[in-house]
């Protein structure tokens, strides 16, 4: 099979020999074990440098805003599917990981793309930032696509995860062009949808991780690595005190079935 | 439907209401973000307690030994699917973690429940724990069982990893019963099985995990949630110089077919 | 890395060249595509030779058995995940498919391998075959193992796929030892565990697949290939007519939350 | 939580009673069970009624004509992950599936879309159909997207696959307006894009497929299903024949580290 054009077969994450793992080119057991802390080699991983003091809480922050939401459709697929198959905690963490889609939780890394077309837009036109705002703001409108990052459903009036988050890009001295950014689409977004919407915290998080350095092509990795740890202590509690299949009746019981039926059948699943 | 017996409808680790959102009784925006790392937030999302900065320690120090160790299986599954189903990361991250079973990763887990039937052996039969290590050994010989979180097809003469490890949890104050015990399994092993095995960095885990007063229950949560991290960094590669193809053929390329064939076929699928 | 033995390099379902595909022996184009039911081809994929007509009818009638059962956990969970992350479908059905672990679906295989052990207890002891029942059947109870196959929630005095499937074996003329060994079991029962329990669909379908020659090892394959079935029929109708979040409010709303909460904190999430 | 307008709690595929099972309005038992073939069911289960002869014929070819195609990507990870976590083959296969995405496998559903578009085109412009698949072939280049169902790396000259399963839509007589626009779209290539590409089997298969009345929005279905009787039989070989590791080890032997790494730092992993 030759499928796609694929002539670099490098990798430059990790290497080992018998004696020592090196990890972005530090060894691994000498200089980052028991050094480091898990959110600083998360930021080695993936940007292949260690942060600064600052892009390390601006790491921390936004991994600790998004882990945890309660009973949210991805937990909720979580725990059913231990329920359903404890012999394997990895099936239910991925299960729960699959929902982190584009509906839900994707908003993170399609907020990040919309200020990237913007800044993009800026640079090549060299138009006022406003101007180049509601430029990329109509085209989404013209193509009917939401406009990611801003609104919520529950947090109407603000989203107090979102203004924590932009504090501390300031606060920590890394807020920059994307917080410039994510400040004119909120300010320009009444003009062209015909209603004012704040930044919510999927707006915030590639904000201020963009301003710190962190890569758009991994902005999902973060979601992803935050809902991890939500996933695992709610299966800690699902293999204690078990609930996958008191939700699924839950579930079930909210759903009526309207296709036909034999003559005489009368339904009672119970 | 009815399977299983779940008559305790409830879950302990977030609620909200639309001004605010509660992790394990603590407000997330006033008290967690922006306040404490991920790592803090890891150990509160499982505990249920802020970690003392020993068990802080501790897990990041775990985290990082894991997270990354060059092209396994896991990786190399999760960029296979990139490559396959670019439109999905959070699929590509699933799929990695899916190999992480009983046989990869999976030992940190085993050698944790080794250590616990060591301690309820000790303490219900008030054995010295030599004697009581000999007899839950001898029994996973008897079972033909493999014993967990010693041994390692590379490192032979020692695991530096499980070393640092090991040392950490005594720097820090946290080392107790299950140093002891892992301690005194290395020491009965030769008996047992006829040779010496170090411990390696799946015992060391569960070993300094425990001791810190980290759930049994949760310990395959610690590599599922390294791993993720190291999925992360590899997908963004993935995305930018993307191998995935490259090892399929390099993977095709070691199998040979061994089936039947029609009269005259010829085999050369390149 | 070497982990394990793997030291035979070969496979034997597939090859090609540029001009031919084979598959199992077969020319794919010339000789399958178009003359054999998808039935067959499962049968020639996992055992490597077309199957007879009785034994075609017995993967078609089990497959059928258990492809759909309205609204279970897997199926909710794989709504739910289309709902949250549309853009890949294969995850959502991966997300079903990770629920039929061993509490759901799983019982087919367990129930294979019941009847397994009671065959080698047999011939290994040439006891009569209730006798080696009944060896086995105390074997599972002094290790606390439920009897799998047997009983059901929902059909107490019988469950009617069960007949039909063994009504199946017997007009088919597979029915042979396995079936002897089925209704043996169902004899055996209530002397041993004190109270009468009927086969079920999950004993039935290993029962017929057995006596008709489908291998041991790939009876979980069954569930599987039916449920994706299932799956891809529920994901059509979530893309027309959404209920992946109706159910998960339905869900959410039957678990209340019973952690603790700062002084004054008033949930109502909504 | 309040995500997306869900207002319709129905779903129409199956109902039950204590006594009866409902799929699509038949009595499973009674109707379905050992009357229908696996194929019949799917079809059943998909759009809600049996399928005439050629129907049936149609899905069961495409269903056979895409199982297998050897050790491709899907079925490497696949297999992989049954060697690192053999204790869930339904994690395996669901590893395995994550990998049907729009680069591979995708292609049935994409060129799907390709032909309802020049459909839409044709009855919206009432334009002849070469005009009509002019129009739509041009917009896709402009938008630089790749012509789904046209062209392979490996049967350059012709995809017999494809041919086979154009003639059995004609031999059956469901052949009709798909047909017409998967031939139009062949011989309008050439000048659109500056070379010929014929029919490809990703082509060929929504071609018959919604000739025969088959849903599009269901037509990933169709290589999800297929690949799971694909990835079963090589997950049985797994089990007896264990390459998972082997293929790794290949995987891994064709990519070189390229990152940095200490001074005097020596790879040799192996």
Redesign the interface.
């Known amino acids: 099979?030759?499928?796609?054009k694929?002539n670099?077969?490098?990798?430059?994450?990790?290497?080992?020999?018998?004696?020592?793992?090196?990890?972005?080119?530090?060894?691994?057991?000498e200089d980052?074990?028991?050094s480091?802390?898990?959110?600083e080699?998360?930021w080695l991983?993936?940007t292949?440098q260690l942060p600064t003091v600052p892009q390390r809480?601006i790491?921390?922050?936004t991994?600790?805003?998004i882990?945890?939401?309660?009973?949210?459709?991805?937990v909720?697929?979580s725990r059913?599917?231990l329920?359903?198959?404890?012999?394997?905690?990895?099936?239910?963490?991925?299960?729960g990981?699959?929902?982190?889609?584009?509906?839900?939780?994707?908003a993170s890394e399609d907020a990040g793309r919309l200020f990237q077309e913007i800044l993009e837009e800026q640079k090549s036109t060299s138009a006022a930032m406003a101007a180049a705002t509601e430029v990329v703001l109509r085209r989404y409108r013209a193509e009917k696509r939401a406009i990611p990052g801003y609104g919520h459903?529950?947090?109407?009036g603000r989203d107090?995860?979102a203004e924590?988050?932009v504090?501390?890009g300031e606060s920590t001295g890394t807020a920059g062009v994307y917080a410039e950014i994510a400040r004119t689409v909120e300010t320009v977004l009444p003009d062209v949808i015909g209603k004012a919407l704040v930044m919510n915290v999927s707006g915030a998080i590639p904000c201020v991780l963009l301003d710190a350095g962190y890569?758009l092509?991994?902005l999902?990795?973060v979601p992803?690595?935050?809902r991890?740890?939500?996933l695992?202590?709610?299966?800690?509690?699902e293999?204690?005190?078990?609930?996958?299949?008191?939700?699924?009746?839950?579930?079930?019981?909210?759903?009526?079935?309207?296709?036909?039926?034999?003559d005489g059948?009368?339904?009672?699943?119970n």
Chains 1, 2, 3, 4 share one sequence.
Do not use: W
């Open positions: 099979m030759k499928i796609g694929q670099s077969p490098f990798q430059s994450i990790c290497t080992s020999n018998p004696d020592t793992i090196v990890v972005r080119g530090h060894d691994l057991v980052l074990v028991g480091i802390s898990f959110t080699h998360v991983l993936i292949g809480r790491l921390d922050a991994l600790v805003s882990a945890e939401h309660g009973m949210v459709p991805s909720q697929v059913m599917t329920a359903a198959a404890p012999e394997a905690l990895q099936g239910a963490v991925a299960a990981l699959l929902g982190c889609g584009s509906v839900i939780l994707g459903p529950l947090h109407k107090p995860r924590k988050l504090a501390l890569p092509l991994a999902k990795g992803l690595l935050a991890t740890a939500s695992v202590a709610h299966l800690l509690e293999q204690q005190r078990s609930i996958g299949f008191i939700m699924s009746r839950g579930a079930a019981g909210v759903i009526e079935y309207d296709g036909p039926a034999p059948f009368v339904a009672n699943e």
